[in-house]
């Protein structure tokens, strides 16, 4: 833990109410003590803020950082660096990773091997399989339970209300759904079957694949009262629903990428596009805007599910589903703010309060006294392309290539540290494991 003292000078700062003051934030360890237009100490490390802007850091609650077991495409060390890079200073992780996070045992290994290779703040969720309620009911610390309703294989698909029923009967914690409905994608692969165009992927696994899933869970969530939350949206349909029916105990994400992408991308990037839920119609993308800035959908996730380029090289449908995030997602929002899509305050709202609200994890997404000094400086005022050899995760690509963004991280602080500054990281930070109050 660290005792040092930063002061952050001459900043443009988001304050809670969403108002900017230009002025000084000092920290002390690794909390926030003091924002106010003139702060003046003489033993605290100085930073030069002019000219930047001072945002939450953002906690990025939907990543697959694949360790252990999946280390050629990601690991927490090489995940921590493309977080700092993008301003991420908190993550949630999911659960399939080699072993699978299903019991208290897999959960704690994650815990030991992120306290010493992570630059970020950690939590990890547990993984439901058919069999695992017991875990599910007692593990400690998590965010709370993934659930796969569909795109999965193995253990960890628990697709069919059977299955489903006891999960959300019992216990009271958090239950996190990718909801796709696995019957019917079966289906629908037999009937598509032969075809190699990856564009036949949003077509496989469509809009009713979708909202047929999130129908179980809101039925489900809705008899039990059980708090739910829906991991990236990906459909108009399941927006709509949602605006009309969504007790307050249901949240509900959606990535940048099903904001700002289509089935127009297969045919620029390929394979590249291919994820789960898969990215969907222009008309989608626009619901989805809509049920964001409505506050039908609560908060911004990455998904970040990195694969090697020579596995997405291998032809659909040989190639894995799943595109990196977190080094992009700030500037890309960051960008439409700018262009007038939206507010700076409510990319931040979406990207950092909303987030710690919803997943009760105290003392963060404010820039106030008595919160945890995570912080980010963005640079507003110049735009720069997405640059594949500037990219810190190991999968090497992004979809967003070549895209000219705004809001690219200068400062990133994790804990009042410096861990990434113009360019440079700072690997002697260790990040924490979150708490939640929530479950
Ligand atoms: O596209 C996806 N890839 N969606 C998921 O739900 C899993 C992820 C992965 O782990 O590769």
């Known amino acids: 833990m660290s005792s040092t003292s930063l002061l952050i000078r001459r900043a443009r700062i988001l304050l809670p109410d969403g108002q900017f003051l230009f002025g000084d934030v000092q920290t002390q ?62 993550f949630l992780e999911m659960p399939n990773t080699h072993p699978l996070t299903t019991t208290q045992a897999a959960l704690d290994d994650k815990l030991k091997r992120a306290a010493q290779k992570c630059l970020v703040n950690y939590g990890f969720f547990i993984g439901a399989t058919a069999e695992n309620l017991p875990d599910l009911l007692t593990a400690n610390p998590t965010p709370g339970i993934k659930i796969f309703m569909g795109s999965m294989h193995g253990p960890l698909l628990v697709d069919t209300e059977e299955k489903l029923e006891p999960i959300f009967a019992k216990g009271k914690r958090l239950i996190a759904v990718h909801a796709e409905n696995q019957a019917c994608i079966d289906q629908r692969k037999q009937e598509f079957a032969g075809i190699t165009d990856p564009a036949i992927h949003s077509q496989i696994q469509n809009n009713e694949v979708a909202l047929l899933a ?35 105990w249901i949240t509900a994400e959606v990535t940048p990428q099903h904001l700002l992408l289509n089935t127009s991308a ?37 998904d970040h599910a990195p694969h090697t380029l020579a596995e997405k090289a291998k032809g659909y449908p040989n190639t894995p589903s799943g595109m990196p995030g977190v080094e992009t997602s700030l500037p890309l929002m960051l960008t439409q703010a700018i262009q007038g899509k939206c507010t700076i305050a409510q990319v931040s709202h979406w990207m950092s309060t909303a987030v710690a ?11 106030a006294p008595g919160f945890d000094a995570d912080l980010v400086l963005v640079d507003l005022d110049n735009y720069r392309p997405v640059l594949r050899e ?50």
């Open 214 to 248: 999130t129908k179980m869970a809101l039925k489900l969530s809705k008899k039990y009262q059980r708090r739910l939350h829906i991991l990236h949206t990906s459909t108009g349909d399941e927006a709509e629903l949602l605006r009309l029916d969504k007790p307050s």
């Open 29 to 90: 360890g690794q909390e926030i003590i003091q924002v106010a237009p003139k702060i003046s100490s003489s033993e605290a490390h100085e930073i030069n803020a002019e000219g930047l802007t001072l945002l939450p850091g953002i906690i990025d609650p939907q990543v697959h950082f694949r360790e252990p077991g999946l280390e050629h495409k990601e690991d927490l060390l090489t995940a921590s660096k493309a977080c700092v890079r993008g301003g991420v200073t908190s």
């Open 357 to 367: 609200q919803g997943y009760g994890i105290p003392k963060k997404g404010a820039i």
């Open 390 to 439: 500037e990219l810190m995760t190991k999968c090497g690509w992004s979809p967003f290539e070549g895209w000219n963004l705004t809001g690219w991280p200068v400062v990133t602080i994790v804990g009042g540290q410096i861990v990434f500054n113009r360019g440079e990281i700072n690997s002697e930070v260790h990040g924490q494991a979150l708490k939640f109050l929530a479950t």
């Open 266 to 302: 297969y045919e620029k990037i390929g394979t590249l596009a291919q994820m789960n839920p898969p990215v969907k119609s222009a008309r989608d993308n626009e619901i989805l805007w809509q049920a964001l800035l409505d506050g039908v959908i609560d908060f911004i996730a990455t």
